[in-house]
């Protein structure tokens, strides 16, 4: 089910770049100039107030020094319910600028994908889950993209712990495969000394050549990720028909995609 993520991952992540979103959230006291304030607040609110350790554990890919200086100083803006009446807001102004019509067709079909994720072990897919469901279509398909992506991102760690690959590790080892330039990774905010670091394991691991490149077994490794990623994903997609649902989805996300409000690169490894 990758292809149905990559469509739906736009849908869900033009929250965190839509300047309605901006709007709302500097109305409760956010700084605006760059996005990271705002995002950890939208991204973790559905957690409730939650402490730096969590937010760092459950996104994973972040420095952790990079979360402290964001959390819980954002609860101190404005609380988690604030916050996420000013996404729902920000979302709604945004996809209604955007796109003409969201077919209640493929509200439903991602409404019903997103009620058959397993939440267990899934802590952002559950949190966002059991948020209240909005009514208009395009808010419905906003919504169930969220669960569904972070269902996946969650089951994403899952897979990363099991290949034995730290928070660092993760992105060095991406990275290495061509997913995206080392330097589109600094937005985590690893100190270079941290970065080589990771790199250095992963020479010793087999999996990165001296000049951070993956080797055969990295590339092997890193499929195996996205293989169990994959595989982990698919339950909820059983039932659906991906060919009518791509169908009915791609107008929305080429209408977003073509707004030019996405970065071109991203540490997601799916190109705008």
Same mark, same amino acid.
């Given at each position: 089910?990758?292809?149905?993520?990559q469509?739906?991952?736009?849908?869900?992540a033009l929250v965190y770049?839509?300047?309605e979103?901006f709007?709302?959230?500097?109305?409760l006291?956010?700084?605006?100039d760059?996005?990271?304030?705002?995002?950890?607040?939208?991204?973790?609110?559905?957690?409730?107030?939650?402490? &730096?350790?969590?937010? +760092? =554990?459950?996104?994973?890919? /972040?420095?952790p020094?990079?979360?402290?200086?964001?959390?819980? !100083? %954002?609860?101190?803006?404005?609380?988690?319910e604030?916050?996420?009446?000013?996404?729902?807001?920000?979302i709604?102004?945004?996809l209604?600028?955007l796109?003409?019509?969201?077919?209640?067709?493929?509200?439903?079909?991602?409404?019903?994908?997103?009620k058959?994720?397993?939440?267990?072990?899934?802590?952002?897919?559950?949190?966002n889950?059991?948020?209240?469901w909005?009514?208009?279509?395009?808010?419905v398909?906003w919504?169930a993209?969220?669960i569904i992506?972070?269902?996946?991102?969650?089951?994403h760690?899952a897979?990363?712990l099991?290949?034995?690959?730290?928070?660092?590790?993760a992105l060095?080892?991406? &990275?290495?495969?061509? +997913? =995206?330039?080392v330097?589109v /990774?600094a937005s985590?905010?690893?100190?270079s000394?941290?970065? !080589? %670091?990771?790199?250095d394991?992963?020479?010793?691991r087999?999996?990165v050549?001296?000049?951070?490149?993956?080797?055969?077994?990295?590339?092997e490794g890193?499929?195996?990720?996205?293989r169990?990623?994959?595989?982990?994903?698919?339950?909820?997609?059983?039932?659906?028909d991906?060919?009518?649902?791509a169908?009915l989805?791609i107008?929305?996300?080429?209408?977003?995609?073509?707004?030019g409000?996405?970065?071109?690169?991203?540490?997601l490894g799916?190109?705008?």
């Amino acid at each position: 089910m990758r292809q149905m993520w990559q469509l739906l991952e736009p849908v869900h992540a033009l929250v965190y770049y839509a300047p309605e979103v901006f709007e709302e959230f500097a109305e409760l006291g956010y700084e605006v100039d760059t996005r990271w304030p705002s995002y950890f607040a939208l991204r973790a609110a559905p957690l409730g107030a939650a402490s &730096a350790e969590l937010v +760092a =554990a459950t996104f994973y890919s /972040f420095n952790p020094d990079m979360v402290a200086a964001h959390v819980p !100083a %954002a609860w101190q803006v404005a609380s988690p319910e604030q916050v996420l009446a000013a996404r729902t807001r920000g979302i709604d102004r945004a996809l209604r600028r955007l796109i003409d019509v969201v077919s209640p067709e493929v509200a439903e079909a991602a409404r019903q994908v997103a009620k058959a994720v397993n939440t267990a072990g899934r802590p952002l897919a559950a949190a966002n889950a059991a948020l209240p469901w909005p009514e208009e279509p395009h808010l419905v398909l906003w919504h169930a993209a969220t669960i569904i992506r972070e269902h996946r991102g969650d089951g994403h760690i899952a897979a990363l712990l099991t290949a034995g690959l730290d928070p660092c590790e993760a992105l060095v080892s991406f &990275a290495a495969v061509g +997913a =995206a330039p080392v330097e589109v /990774f600094a937005s985590r905010q690893w100190t270079s000394s941290q970065w !080589a %670091a990771a790199q250095d394991r992963l020479v010793a691991r087999g999996w990165v050549d001296a000049d951070g490149n993956a080797t055969v077994e990295g590339k092997e490794g890193r499929e195996s990720v996205e293989r169990m990623t994959d595989e982990l994903a698919a339950a909820p997609w059983q039932g659906v028909d991906p060919g009518r649902f791509a169908q009915l989805v791609i107008p929305v996300t080429m209408a977003i995609v073509q707004s030019g409000l996405l970065p071109s690169q991203s540490t997601l490894g799916i190109s705008r």
